[in-house]
């Protein structure tokens, strides 16, 4: 093997360990709502037969850092039930497992101990529909205000394509307002452990190869 060899193949490793690094970076989507909803859609599913439908509206009347949100009007509450939320596809690389991050923030009008509803949160490959395809990850009513909520999963999507939720389900029979605004998703793809070894293995090869040359060019002058 000579020195140019050595240094080519130690070039084009170098390149695949950048190459893979840079698909560990995120990518990250917000959505302000400063003109309306961003490419979100609503949906509202309850399975009690009473009560008024929840909606979700944009609206001009408050915003976390700037004028505007999406107002989750939560519906009558009768029958203790529904979910409404919004939901939006998002592109990742197809077959690798990529981590998924949803951040957001929740207006509540009152703190309160009691009475609460949950906040709701999905991230799927399948189109969420159904109240039982969102997870709890905490209450309205902490505090008066803004306050954050994140969630985060690692899902491998076959289509590049995974599904983001973000919602509030009723708990109570009560007529209820809340608003949602500066709705971030981030998508980090997982290089595949393989890759990363093999790259490394490479690495290890051209060391060996180039301290023998040297070893050999000394022995030689
Ligand atoms: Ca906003
Ligand atoms: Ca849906």
Redesign the pocket.
């Known amino acids: 093997m000579t020195r140019h060899y050595a240094l080519a193949c130690a070039a084009a490793i170098v390149l695949m360990i950048v190459a893979a690094s840079k698909a560990t970076q995120a990518e990250t989507f917000v959505s302000d709502f400063e003109t309306g909803f961003d490419g979100w859609q609503q949906?509202w599913h309850k399975e009690s037969p009473t009560g008024t439908d929840g909606v979700v509206s944009h609206t001009t009347e408050r915003g976390y850092l700037d004028g505007a949100s999406l107002e989750f009007d939560m519906g009558d509450g009768f029958g203790d039930d529904g979910t409404l939320w919004i939901?939006r596809q998002f592109a990742v690389p197809a077959g690798v497992p990529t981590q998924i991050d949803l951040a957001f923030h929740l207006f509540n009008e009152f703190q309160s101990d009691f009475n609460t509803f949950q906040v709701k949160a999905a991230i799927s490959t399948g189109?969420?529909?159904v109240q039982a395809d969102f997870t709890t990850i905490g209450e309205t009513d902490s505090a008066a205000g803004w306050v954050p909520f994140m969630f985060g999963d690692t899902i491998t999507s076959p289509s590049g394509q995974v599904w983001v939720a973000a919602g509030i389900r009723v708990a109570w029979e009560t007529p209820r307002v809340y608003w949602i605004d500066h709705v971030a998703v981030s998508t980090t793809a997982i290089p595949e452990p393989s890759a990363a070894a093999t790259a490394l293995k490479g690495l290890a090869g051209i060391a060996l190869a180039s301290r023998r040359f040297r070893r050999r060019s000394n022995r030689s002058a």
């Open positions: 949906q939901e189109n969420p529909d």
